[in-house]
């Protein structure tokens, strides 16, 4: 497919399939592992006392509810729930977003029978923006970038415990076959979150950032991995930080089921960054290769659909390992 574009870079980056699935992951600090056990550890004591709003919407058989809950640093967190109009909730799925934040759920992406929470992590849109963090995608990403224990990304993954803890207290059935969802920047927190979770049982990640820093500071984007391109040429220090917050360093101590869609071509979040974090995953694992991410094309609909059907097989069939 002929993807014309007018970026002053090649959003292939000059890699075909057989280089992408050669793509591999830094090595880890001494202390990675303590350093992550330590933070869930942390927010495994937080008393999350989530809130549950009326009945907001249904739709196509799913109630959705506003919601909030506390995370860590007694962040309060918005977002939604989503369950069943039936009642009848076999699982449950933690869903996050990318970099623009969210507005809304997607009932249709999480598995039929799930309870799904739908946290907007902390200073990414209007249900959970904070006046001393950064909204903006560029600004967020060096957020507190000058220290592991600062940086915005270890709260994020808090986040995401916190989320799972509140979805479990409102609805202790979502424990049967919990499952993880993110894109773009969820799909890179998502794994720096699961390796310490054993809630979570399986996870589906969508162009996933963050996957071999020391690569991507290499390679131009449009995203929010330039501002850290740019931040590195000014100050290296930061690339120990980043070593603390690589998702392709996390995947490979991932042993849960994994489904991953990645773009061959995405001027956003580099491919060979997010081949990094399927390659780097030790476990039984599915790829499924999407044409572009980020960008527009012919076929983008039908991908999607196809996309989320796959998830949602890979789900069924690895629903008891993890």
Same mark, same amino acid.
């Given at each position: 497919?002929?993807?014309?574009?007018?970026?002053?870079?090649?959003?292939?980056?000059?890699?075909?399939?057989?280089?992408?699935?050669?793509?591999?992951?830094?090595?880890?600090?001494?202390?990675?592992?303590?350093?992550?056990?330590?933070?869930?550890?942390?927010?495994?004591?937080?008393?999350?006392?989530?809130?549950?709003?009326?009945?907001?919407?249904?739709?196509?058989?799913?109630?959705?509810?506003?919601?909030?809950?506390?995370?860590?640093?007694?962040?309060?967190?918005?977002?939604?729930?989503?369950?069943?109009?039936?009642?009848?909730?076999?699982?449950?799925?933690?869903?996050?977003?990318?970099?623009?934040?969210?507005?809304?759920?997607?009932?249709?992406?999480?598995?039929?029978?799930?309870?799904?929470?739908?946290?907007?992590?902390?200073?990414?849109?209007?249900?959970?923006?904070?006046?001393?963090?950064?909204?903006?995608?560029?600004?967020?990403?060096?957020?507190?970038?000058?220290?592991?224990?600062?940086?915005?990304?270890?709260?994020?993954?808090?986040?995401?415990?916190?989320?799972?803890?509140?979805? !479990?207290?409102?609805?202790?059935?979502?424990?049967?076959?919990?499952?993880?969802?993110?894109?773009?920047?969820?799909?890179?927190?998502?794994?720096?979150? !699961?390796?310490?979770?054993?809630?979570?049982?399986?996870?589906?990640?969508?162009?996933?950032?963050?996957?071999?820093?020391?690569?991507? *500071?290499?390679?131009?984007?449009?995203?929010?991995?330039?501002?850290?391109?740019?931040?590195?040429?000014?100050?290296?220090?930061?690339?120990?930080?980043?070593?603390?917050?690589?998702?392709?360093?996390?995947?490979?101590?991932?042993?849960?089921?994994?489904?991953?869609?990645?773009?061959?071509?995405?001027?956003?979040?580099?491919?060979?960054?997010?081949?990094?974090?399927?390659?780097? *995953?030790?476990?039984?694992?599915?790829?499924?290769?999407?044409?572009?991410?980020?960008?527009?094309?012919?076929?983008?609909?039908?991908?999607?659909?196809?996309?989320?059907?796959?998830?949602?097989?890979?789900?069924?069939?690895?629903?008891?390992?993890?």
């Amino acid at each position: 497919m002929d993807l014309r574009h007018d970026f002053p870079f090649d959003p292939t980056y000059g890699y075909d399939l057989d280089a992408l699935l050669a793509v591999g992951a830094p090595p880890a600090p001494e202390d990675f592992t303590g350093f992550w056990r330590a933070r869930h550890a942390a927010a495994m004591e937080v008393q999350v006392a989530p809130r549950l709003g009326p009945v907001e919407h249904e739709a196509g058989g799913i109630r959705v509810h506003r919601l909030d809950y506390v995370s860590v640093g007694g962040r309060r967190i918005g977002g939604w729930l989503t369950v069943p109009a039936d009642g009848r909730v076999t699982r449950g799925c933690v869903a996050t977003h990318g970099y623009g934040g969210r507005e809304f759920p997607e009932p249709l992406l999480p598995p039929p029978g799930a309870a799904a929470i739908w946290p907007v992590l902390r200073g990414l849109g209007t249900a959970s923006r904070f006046p001393d963090i950064p909204e903006r995608g560029g600004e967020h990403v060096l957020h507190g970038i000058e220290a592991r224990e600062s940086y915005v990304h270890g709260d994020c993954a808090a986040d995401i415990w916190c989320a799972a803890t509140a979805l !479990l207290e409102l609805i202790p059935e979502a424990a049967a076959g919990l499952s993880y969802h993110g894109a773009s920047f969820g799909g890179g927190i998502g794994p720096l979150a !699961l390796p310490w979770d054993d809630r979570f049982r399986a996870a589906t990640l969508v162009v996933p950032s963050f996957g071999n820093h020391p690569l991507r *500071l290499t390679l131009p984007c449009a995203g929010s991995g330039e501002a850290v391109r740019e931040r590195h040429v000014r100050d290296p220090r930061v690339a120990r930080v980043l070593s603390y917050f690589d998702a392709a360093t996390a995947a490979g101590l991932l042993d849960i089921p994994v489904h991953v869609g990645a773009a061959m071509f995405d001027p956003v979040v580099p491919p060979p960054g997010q081949f990094a974090i399927h390659n780097a *995953l030790p476990g039984t694992r599915e790829l499924f290769v999407l044409t572009a991410g980020h960008f527009g094309h012919p076929a983008a609909e039908v991908e999607a659909s196809a996309l989320i059907a796959a998830q949602h097989r890979f789900l069924d069939t690895h629903r008891q390992e993890g």
